[in-house]
T-cell receptor
Framework: QKEVEQNSGPLSVPEGAIASLNCTYS??????FFWYRQYSGKSPELIMF??SNGDKEDGRFTAQLNKASQYVSLLIRDSQPSDSATYLC????????WGLGTSLAVNP | DVKVTQSSRYLVKRTGEKVFLECVQD?????MFWYRQDPGLGLRLIYF???????EKGDIPEGYSVSREKKERFSLILESASTNQTSMYLC?????????????FGPGTRLTVT
């Protein structure tokens, strides 16, 4: 089992909808979790991180962490075409462990 | 804003050449990282450094070495480039700060070895 698993997608949503991206992990000792966005041909950029169970909101983005079930998710409200990118989930152990990413396409 | 810069955006080298990739960060971060990113394989850690002159192997160190003589600069060296080292190389830096561990990435160097 991979340490961090993401559905590769593509996930396709219409403009204005909520996009839901999920990530599961195997290491219960993981301390904090990160969501990065990567546009095609660009480097990853941090969207947000979360380390406590529950929800954390930042603008249109909400990260949700459930340590008992070992998953972390990212919700994007009012999705825009500019949100079309690959979303990478990462968790912190001694270093960051990365998922392969989910490709999101927001259709106008 | 954190700024991480890399010496080249695109680089073409021949098999067997020694290749240097340079990375500089301007935010006094302790940690610096070198990754390569390939389609279907994601981000793979090559080496990281948690202090000047300190380094630790990542998941795929074979064929690579690194140097960190100054806090702001982290160099990746391909001792003898091979075609299977054609990839996107990404440098990142981070603070060590509680549970946070955000990594900030440079723009990347797309290396082609022919």
């Amino acid at each position: 089992q991979k340490e961090v698993e993401q559905n590769s997608g593509p996930l396709s949503v219409p403009e204005g909808a909520i996009a839901s991206l999920n990530c599961t992990y195997s290491d219960r000792g993981s301390q904090s979790f990160f969501w990065y966005r990567q546009y095609s041909g660009k480097s990853p950029e941090l969207i947000m991180f979360i380390y406590s169970n529950g929800d954390k909101e930042d603008g249109r983005f909400t990260a949700q962490l459930n340590k008992a079930s070992q998953y972390v998710s990212l919700l994007i409200r009012d999705s825009q075409p500019s949100d079309s990118a690959t979303y990478l989930c990462a968790l912190r152990n001694r270093k960051l462990i990365w998922g392969l990413g989910t490709s999101l396409a927001v259709n106008p | 804003d954190v700024k991480v810069t890399q010496s080249s955006r695109y680089l073409v080298k021949r098999t067997g050449e020694k290749v240097f990739l340079e990375c500089v960060q301007d935010m006094d971060h302790e940690n610096m990282f070198w990754y390569r990113q390939d389609p279907g394989l994601g981000l793979r850690l090559i080496y990281f450094s948690y202090d000047v002159k300190m380094k630790e192997k990542g998941d795929i160190p074979e064929g690579y070495s690194v140097s960190r003589e100054k806090k702001e600069r982290f160099s990746l060296i391909l001792e003898s480039a091979s075609t299977n080292q054609t990839s996107m190389y990404l440098c990142a830096s981070s603070l060590v700060q509680g549970v946070s561990y955000e990594q900030y990435f440079g723009p990347g160097t797309r290396l082609t070895v022919t």
